[in-house]
């Protein structure tokens, strides 16, 4: 069962897009309902909408793969070598 999106800050939805723009190298590090801990490394692509819940897109050695926001725990741009935000 998936809990309700909780929508994230207007900050963290700008610097997502601004990742998506540059097509930013990242190291994600994601926490879902359950609890499940998971990092995963790609390269930002876009957001996106569906289900009531906002997505990062991210391109990975997996393929695509979309991000619930509100299970982004932290975002690591690995091109300027900095922490994006971190909840």
């Known amino acids: 069962m998936t809990t309700e ?5 207007c900050g963290a939805y700008d610097q997502i897009e601004i ?13 879902d309902d359950k609890g499940s801990i998971t990092k995963l ?6 957001t996106s909408i569906h ?8 391109e990975s050695a997996k393929g695509l ?6 299970y982004i725990q932290q975002i690591y741009d ?4 900095s922490e ?3 909840i």
Request: proline share 2%; glycine share 4%.
């Open 5 to 9: 999106y909780r929508p994230i800050a």
């Open 65 to 70: 793969v979309e991000i619930r926001l509100d």
């Open 78 to 81: 690995q091109q300027t070598a």
């Open 19 to 31: 990742l998506a723009m540059h097509r930013s190298k990242v190291e994600i590090t994601t926490k």
């Open 41 to 46: 490394l790609g390269r930002v692509l876009d």
């Open 51 to 58: 289900d009531g819940a906002e997505y990062l897109v991210l």
């Open 84 to 86: 994006c935000w971190e």
